[in-house]
C-alpha cells in the first residue's frame, strides 16, 4: 500500500506570468507534448540540476577547507621553523661541555659557560640558550 502512495501523481498549482504562459504552450506544441508533461519535465530537470550543483558545491567547499587546513598546518610548521623556542616549557641551568650557539641571539657558547638547556614539549636535537635570552626568575 505505501508503494500505492508513492506511485500516485499529485497535482501543483502555481500562478504563471501570462508571458510564460505562451512560452510553454509553445513549446508543447512544438514539441507536441501536453503542457503538463512539459512543466514535469522541467521541473524534474531543475531539481537534478539543483542538486548536482549543490553536490559540486559541497565538493568545492570540502576541497577548500582541506586545502586552508593544510596550509595552516604547513604556515604553523614554517613559523616554528623561524622560531626553534615555540615549543619550550622550561630551562634547565646546566654548564655548556662543548661549543655551541644561544638558540635565540645566536650568540656563542664556550665550554664551561653557564647557559640554559631548553626543555621542549616535543623531541628534538638539544637548544641551549644564554643566560641573557633566559627568562628570570620572579621575585
Known sequence: MADDTEKKERVLHTRIPA??????????S?????????VRTILEDAVKLADRASERVEDRLSKTAQSVHQERGRLRRAVERLNPLADVVAYQPVVIAQASTCARCGAGLEA?????LAVRSRPGPPLFVCQECQPRPKP
Open 19 to 28: 508571458v510564460l504562459e505562451g512560452e510553454l504552450k509553445a513549446a508543447a
Open 30 to 38: 512544438a514539441l507536441r507534448v501536453p503542457v503538463s508533461n512539459l
Open 112 to 116: 664551561g659557560e653557564p647557559a640554559g
